[in-house]
């Protein structure tokens, strides 16, 4: 029996459901039942009807899905696969910003730990970032940890003074200018869409400044033949499939490795033994998932 017999056949036996980042490794992206960007699965998981959810996707993605879903088996492929930017927010440090700032709101990206949701006011994700930190009541906000995420919020929130934590995503902090200017003296007629954790230099020069998601949709949308598109090179794996009549480039071919830990492999491994189910300790996840909520209530940017 082929691999993918196998994993279908456990799927069906032990009632699991297989959703998967849009960075996930293509043949991981064609096993899964859902595809979508931190938003999309995070509502997904918790619209689904079943107890077994294997998760491929990284830490915080994974932990978000626990919180919000405390009643569901939320099973991790692969422990190890984490965010770097997540570990970028030292909890003492954000006490004390706290402590000295009473009056401030926090909005933490969804790409934190669980103890760094606890402690803001909202989340949100890159699809939902401005809208999120346009509804905070409070007249200045601490943006964590993302200072590319948080300098894109600024060109559209005037009206709040936003303090930005000074973290940072490697794999879309290192596409620079010139890799972008490369692919334009080659396409000159394609449309340029950006992820907003991209550098500012990069989002100054896109048409659209876009979501996993979004970007998806600006491919649906788009009259051009080429894109040449702004984030983690797996992306192109969805946008082919779904919209083939496009070339699509990728300025640095960026990869998020943490995102290619999981495999065929560990997805097997867990829908046989439905392991490792994460866990998050329940006074933590009390104080994570209202900010959480909250951010799933205010919705999609665009909707
Ligand atoms: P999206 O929410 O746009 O899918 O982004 C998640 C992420 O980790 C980007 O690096
Ligand atoms: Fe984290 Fe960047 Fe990977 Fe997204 S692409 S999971 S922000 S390291």
Known sequence: ?????????????????????????????????????????????????????????????????????????????????????????????LLEYKQKNPNT?????????????????????????????????EPKVLFVPDKNLGHYITRFVKDKEVDIWDGFCGTHDKITLDDVQQLVDKYPDAEIVVHPECRPEVVDMADYTESTAGILRRAHESDKNHMIIGTEKEMGHRLKKEVPDKEYHFPGNPTCQNMKKITLEKVLKSLENLEPIVTVDEELAHRAKKPLERMVRIGRGNE
């Open 105 to 137: 709101a926090v909005v933490s990206y969804v790409n934190t730990k669980a103890e760094t949701k606890a402690e803001s006011a909202i989340c949100c994700t890159s699809s939902n970032a401005v809208k999120v930190v346009e509804s905070v009541d």
């Open 1 to 93: 029996m082929s691999l993918i017999d196998s994993i279908n056949g456990f799927k069906e036996e032990n009632d699991a459901v297989i959703v998967a980042h849009n960075y996930q490794a293509g043949e991981i992206q064609d096993i899964a039942d859902f595809v979508g960007d931190s938003f999309g699965l995070a509502k997904k998981v918790t619209g689904l009807d079943v107890k077994n959810v294997i998760f491929c996707g990284v830490e915080f993605m994974v932990e978000s899905a626990v919180i919000l879903n405390p009643d569901k088996n939320i099973i991790h492929p692969e422990l190890k696969a984490g965010c770097p930017m997540a570990e970028m927010v030292d909890l003492d440090d």
